[in-house]
């Protein structure tokens, strides 16, 4: 970290954040651009819609990949070595899939380029934990959701627009283009935050130790109630995002001009209560807003079955958009503070607990979105289902075994 990287007062700079929000934001960017031209895609492949939406569960089972392995080698090699290197997998595999013909090609090249996406954006949470604790990480962590959820609002805005120009290999140069920027981010912007003392003595011990880490997460309870219970929110949205062409382009019949607005909404409600957390943590601590964001996600999922169940086929768009918006935007209360009090058990292990972290979320996030793909059903009954199952098995694994309603001790650290 070079020596004037700190403000006067002792502080990482303001321009940190919004750096850490533009290479977070690469993985909504490469899932959520491309959304629209699914349809397209499919036609222009040749298949049904369902099977190129295996291509949104095999980026999210990618992701996780990179995570698991990019955390533990960049507590050992450093953040901005192992940015690069996921950076570079990034941008040969977006080059790849530009010349994909089949959608089998497509799913694997999707894994790859998520691969790399795990690696690069890994480091982010990471370089928070290096830096902040506490309160002030979550607040960190919100100011960074903020600003990395305008993403998933603007990107299937870009990807239409893309589509109006040209078909959809328009999208992958798009996301080649923002993969090349994030490299010059990493490579002449941001820090490095782990000492040269520290990434010493790790590279010093087995490759074997890497993995040392994981099972010290795995011997502390509370913290995997915060983990499982934020993989289980996650596993919420994303079964969202991998339904969200169907649901409205198929079920809802609206058009891919039009997706952008509804998709747009929910992102939107969670920026909202992204803000509203930030002031809320000035008065509250994470694990007590985390509960209530958590109840409030459960009661919208209880909603959107019920009106489901009751309009059958006949439902109204607004009758879906309404609890299905809410339950997204609870999101915006629930992630940062669910982060904050995780990592707040794993000071000095902070990559490999920010990997494990981060790749829950998404395996469970591919995992759950292609298994209601699985069963799909041609209603909607399936999807929010799926969501109320997963909402109600965050709210008890934070009440049971994280018990969000006490304080976390000092003892309770992983040194």
Not at 16 to 21: G, H, I, T, V, Y
Not at 64 to 91: K, M, Y
Not at 184 to 199: A, I, K, Q, W
């Amino acid at each position: 970290m070079p020596p004037n990287f700190f403000d006067a007062d002792g502080q990482p700079p303001r321009w940190l954040a919004p750096c850490l929000a533009a290479l977070v934001a690469l993985t909504p960017f490469a899932i959520d651009t491309y959304l629209p031209a699914i349809p397209a895609m499919a036609q222009a492949l040749g298949v049904e819609v369902a099977r190129v939406q295996h291509s949104v569960s095999s980026y999210l089972l990618g992701f996780a990949v990179g995570q698991i392995f990019g955390g533990p080698l960049s507590d050992r090699w450093g953040r901005i070595l192992v940015g690069t290197i996921g950076l570079c997998i990034f941008i040969v595999s977006t080059t790849l899939i530009l010349l994909a013909n089949t959608v089998e090609l497509l799913v694997i090249l999707r894994f790859f380029q998520a691969v790399g996406g795990g690696f690069a954006t890994v480091i982010c949470g990471a370089i928070v934990r290096d830096l902040y604790h506490g309160r002030e990480a979550a607040r960190i962590m919100s100011m960074i959701a903020t600003m990395m959820l305008i993403a998933p609002m603007v990107a299937p805005v870009i990807g239409s627009t893309l589509l109006t120009f040209g078909d959809w290999h328009a999208i992958f140069i798009f996301l080649l283009v923002y993969g090349l920027l994030m490299m010059v981010l990493v490579r002449g912007v941001l820090p490095e935050t782990v000492s040269r003392f520290r990434r010493a003595k790790r590279q010093r011990q087995s490759r074997r130790s890497m993995l040392k880490g994981y099972a010290q997460i795995f011997r502390c309870p509370r913290a995997l109630g915060f983990l499982f219970g934020q993989a289980f929110v996650s596993g919420c949205m994303f079964i969202y995002i991998t339904t969200a062409p169907f649901v409205f382009m198929e079920h809802f019949g609206v058009s891919s001009q039009n997706f952008p607005i509804l998709f747009g909404s929910c992102v939107l409600g969670l920026v909202l209560l992204v803000q509203l957390n930030i002031r809320l943590l000035k008065v509250f601590e994470p694990r007590q807003i985390l509960l209530v964001g958590i109840s409030l996600q459960t009661i919208s999922c209880v909603l959107l079955l019920v009106s489901t169940l009751y309009f059958g086929d006949e439902q109204p768009l607004l009758a879906w958009m309404i609890p299905l918006v809410m339950a997204m935007a609870s999101i915006g209360i629930i992630t940062p503070n669910s982060a904050a009090c995780y990592l707040e058990f794993f000071p000095n292990i902070s990559g490999t607990a920010n990997a494990l972290y981060g790749a829950s979320l998404f395996i469970f996030g591919g995992v759950l979105g292609g298994a209601v793909n699985a069963v799909h059903t041609g209603t909607l009954v399936p999807i929010a289902a799926g969501m109320l199952i997963c909402a109600m098995a965050a709210l008890c694994l934070a009440l049971l075994v994280a018990k969000a309603r006490r304080p976390i001790g000092i003892e309770e650290r992983v040194k």
